[in-house]
């Protein structure tokens, strides 16, 4: 797994490509609470390039979820793959978090 972190509009982008299972999701949730931690209190995970995400891989988007629930937070997926949409949706997280078709309309949303 590769992640790439850029800043657009006051906002810090998590570009993600390849598997998000259990042997790499702790660096995803690395990356993610570095940058909270940076004091970035919006985020936005582009999944165009994951293939694959795993239980592990739901746990991290779910305790970033509870990180980033004050006023003024903003916490947003975009560009998800099929396969990882399905999973997302089997897991009732479609529900839970703000899913973008694209990075541009995610934050623009915001």
Known sequence: MEITTATRDDATILSV???IDTA???AL???INKAIEGGTRRILL?????TYISSGGLRV???TA???KNPGDKYALCSLAAEVNKILKLAGFTTIFSIYPSEGEALAGW
């Open 17 to 19: 490509a390849g598997r």
């Open 24 to 26: 790499t999701a702790p």
């Open 29 to 31: 949730e690395l990356a």
């Open 46 to 50: 582009n999944f165009a390039g994951v």
């Open 61 to 63: 988007l779910l305790a």
């Open 66 to 68: 509870k990180k980033l």
